[in-house]
């Protein structure tokens, strides 16, 4: 520690030329930045010289996304550093937190499958994994949401001006990619050689970011991949005269990691996706190759030493392009680079949402990747071959790679990897018996579950150091380190003593979110009131509008009917994808309930509404540890897991939910008695629909609902009338929110009483917390080091 301390002091004195007590805290916090940085440059030294020595097997995580969050904290509490860092900066009059604060967070993900991939790889570090992960170092993140009058408005996030400290530039390893052009194939006295003319030439720079484990020995890194022009490449078409195309490869490699796409369970067919998904899966994939040959002189053994991950269907390319390489850099025959290339990877799929299961038109795909498409073309002509061969011709219409000439990413996945899992129990169960249906039949075996699991050193650990400390006291024993031992904590569930204890917890941490609230919206709410939280993207099927619906309901039985029911804050925070306006419309809504009941002395007693602007893991970390009530409340059948729902539990929160994706998981753990289940189960939604679901019929059966729709279209704060979701609730409802309605309702009855009865309650936020165990992502990464990459902890 006084090591760190005084490299701390040093990197003022050489960088700025100050002491401590004349620096600022923008120099402190680069002087912090980048000594964490060396120091786990340092430590990954000796992890990365115990690897090479023991020659063992080692995963690779591909994903577009990776929501990473702050990594100050977490990594000065993985070294265990950070009470001695911070009473050494207070002794000089710096707080920490403020140092901590100033740390963007980076946004390069949407969602939930992004912030997996970030659990995951701290996890793994954190039980000594060899694990690295790929990504884009993208220019500019998700964007950062403002809420103005009640609309989303989106605005760049220039995270790298203060977010690059973290970062190693490994310029010593730049990798060259090659877009459009054309190939041709010959036969020679070696083989099949392809020559590929008139490409456009791109480099990928890496950047690298550590990845720190808690007590562990492992340093692993997220490796971002920038794009750049190639100097060299286009200096000799520049002589050659053709400036006009020395220029486009410039323009190309600078939009590549320009930025994420903001859609999150959609598709947007976009060349520039495709672009960016070929670019970083042949950059990661040549490296991963080339350190291989360069170890063993061959990569017949590649995959004995490597699994490579695909995080749903964006790093797909990675199929073809191992084929590619194989055989045109290093003279692999078809057959030969087909058997080593299904033997290295696996598949997670992360949603059966129709819309986001990838497709490329090939008009727009075989001009970019000539050489990759042939290649696709290829292993779907021998697929179907086999198919015809087997007897399963007649379902090639679902399971053929091209279809309507349309490349179906997720096929191409399934054909090429040796293992598919899905996300939770239920999730698999439908890609097994309806999305991935005929695959199953003629792979049986290669599909199975994952169900996901949440980084608690960051979920508890660092997000409820109150809560943390107190079970610290409580149990000994190292939670932390094994969340399974957090079981112990049933042993006090009817002791009064803990039982207050944890309510004491909850109301600080609810004081917390409160002064947030209050600096970021004005609103003042009642600490005492259930906090109520549905924290998520924005997207139809998590049914924020049911959510919605129900404040509605209230609103009117409290204004008009004499209801008093006992204080409500309901919260809420969501992005919705720039381009998708129904989204958008659902934000305005509940921005514009919480602008009305703010306005209205009566109801503003009994229930209140907040929308916090631009969700991220920071903000997450603030609200989830504050939260009573967690709402899951998806369509069943659509939401493949959620992991929102695990961390608000891991905090004590009680969930309100459908039996879906996850949920069902956590019913299993806590019981009836300790959960709020409502609503159409997915077999009785399937029925539904095929019965033809029309929700006028509820509209006009149950007064309730009629009434609160009725109501709805007299909704006017600003000028902005609802009729439009009105309309689309009575008409078309595609979730199903109004079928669901009167059971939401009286679930909502059920969890306001059971609040009443403090008791009860606690008991059952203790037991919620008790058995959060199973949703460590300790317990997750196991399954897949275990039972699909077959790797072993580092140095064993
Ligand atoms: C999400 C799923 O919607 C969510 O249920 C799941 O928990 C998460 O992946 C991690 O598996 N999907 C996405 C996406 O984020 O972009 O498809």
Not at 152 to 178: A, C, F, T
Not at 367 to 389: A, D, G, S
Not at 477 to 497: H, M, P, R, V
Not at 712 to 733: E, H, K, P, S, W
Request: with cysteine; glycine share 6%; charged share 25%.
């Amino acid at each position: 520690m006084n090591h760190m301390t005084k490299d701390i002091e040093q990197y003022l004195q050489t960088k700025f030329g100050n002491s401590l007590e004349d620096s600022n805290e923008r120099q402190l916090y680069q002087a912090l930045m980048a000594e964490t940085r060396n120091r786990l440059s340092k430590k990954r030294y000796d992890y990365t010289k115990k690897l090479k020595e023991s020659g063992q097997k080692q995963a690779y995580y591909m994903s577009m996304e990776f929501l990473v969050g702050r990594t100050l904290r977490n990594n000065l509490f993985n070294l265990g550093i950070e009470d001695e860092v911070r009473s050494f900066l207070a002794e000089k009059n710096f707080d920490l937190d403020r140092i901590y604060d100033m740390e963007p967070d980076p946004g390069l993900g949407n969602g939930g499958l992004g912030r997996l991939a970030s659990c995951y790889l701290d996890a793994l570090t954190s039980n000594d994994y060899p694990v690295t992960g790929f990504s884009i170092l993208y220019e500019f993140g998700i964007f950062k949401q403002v809420i103005a009058n009640g609309w989303q408005q989106e605005y760049p996030d220039n995270w790298l001006g203060m977010g690059q400290y973290g970062l190693v530039h490994r310029s010593d390893e730049e990798i060259e990619i090659k877009f459009y052009g054309k190939t041709e194939e010959h036969w020679t006295n070696e083989g099949l050689k392809v020559n590929y003319e008139d490409y456009k030439s791109i480099i990928a720079e890496p950047y690298d970011l550590m990845i720190s484990g808690y007590k562990s020995e492992a340093v692993n890194v997220l490796r971002l991949w920038k794009s750049k022009a190639n100097a060299g490449f286009d200096m000799k078409l520049f002589e050659r005269g053709e400036y006009a195309r020395s220029s486009e490869s410039e323009a190309i490699a600078e939009s590549i990691s320009k930025l994420l796409y903001p859609a999150d369970d959609n598709n947007e067919g976009k060349a520039l996706r495709i672009k960016q998904q070929y670019f970083f899966t042949s950059a990661s994939l040549q490296q991963i190759v080339k350190n291989h040959y360069k170890t063993y002189g061959s990569l017949d053994n590649l995959a004995d030493k490597a699994a490579i991950h695909i995080n749903d269907t964006h790093p797909s390319m990675c199929i073809p392009e191992m084929m590619r390489i194989l055989m045109d850099d290093y003279n692999y025959s078809w057959e030969k680079a087909w058997e080593i290339t299904i033997k290295v990877f696996a598949y997670t799929n992360h949603t059966i949402m129709a819309e986001a299961l990838e497709k490329w038109s090939v008009d727009l795909f075989a001009p970019i990747l000539p050489r990759i498409y042939t290649i696709i073309r290829e292993i779907n002509n021998r697929f179907c071959q086999y198919c015809n061969e087997i007897g399963a011709a007649s379902d090639l219409e679902s399971m053929s790679i091209i279809h309507n000439n349309m490349i179906r990413m997720a096929n191409l996945c399934i054909v090429g990897s040796y293992n598919v899992n899905g996300v939770s129990g239920l999730h698999t169960d439908i890609l097994k018996a309806d999305t991935f249906e005929a695959f199953n039949r003629i792979y049986p075996g290669k599909f199975n579950n994952v169900t996901n699991g949440i980084a608690h050193r960051r979920w508890l650990g660092q997000a409820n150091p109150e809560l943390t400390n107190y079970l610290n006291g409580l149990l000994g024993g190292d939670f932390i380190k094994d969340l399974s031992n957090i079981e112990e904590l049933l042993k006090y569930a009817d002791d009064k003593t803990v039982l207050a204890d944890l309510e004491k917890i909850k109301y600080t941490k609810k004081e917390q979110l409160a002064k947030y609230i209050k600096d970021a919206n004005g609103i003042n709410v009642d600490i005492n009131s259930i906090f109520d939280v549905q924290v998520k993207r924005l997207h139809e099927y998590k049914r924020q509008l049911l959510n919605a619906l129900h404040i509605v309901y209230l609103y009117r039985q409290i204004k008009f009917n004499g209801l008093r029911p006992r204080p409500r804050t309901f919260i809420f925070a969501a992005k919705a994808s720039s381009g998708y306006v129904m989204a958008k419309n659902i934000i305005k809504f509940i921005c514009t309930l919480s602008d009305m009941i703010e306005a209205d002395p009566l109801v503003r007693n009994y229930i209140k509404v907040v929308f916090l602007e631009d969700y991220r893991v920071t903000l997450a970390e603030i609200i989830i540890p504050g939260a009573n009530v967690s709402e899951q409340i998806s369509q069943a059948g659509k939401e493949a897991s959620g992991t929102g729902n695990m961390k608000l539990m891991l905090n004590g929160a009680l969930t309100i939910g459908t039996l879906d994706g996850a949920n069902v998981e956590i019913h299993d753990a806590v019981g009836d008695d300790n959960m709020f289940l409502f609503g159409l189960k997915t077999p009785e939604v399937n029925d539904l629909y095929a019965k033809g679901y029309r929700p006028r019929d509820y509209y006009e059966r149950v007064p309730e609902i009629k009434e609160t729709l009725d109501f709805m279209r007299t909704i006017n704060v600003d000028g902005t009338r609802f009729d439009n979701l009105v309309d689309y609730l009575i008409n078309q409802d595609p979730y199903m929110c109004l079928a669901d309605f009167e059971s939401y309702v009286n679930k909502q009855k059920e969890v306001e009483e059971a609040y009443g009865d403090k008791d009860r309650w606690n008991r059952m936020s203790l037991v919620n917390i008790a058995k959060s165990g199973i949703f460590s992502a300790d317990r997750a990464t196991q399954e897949y080091t275990d039972g699909i990459w077959h790797i072993a902890r580092a140095g064993r």
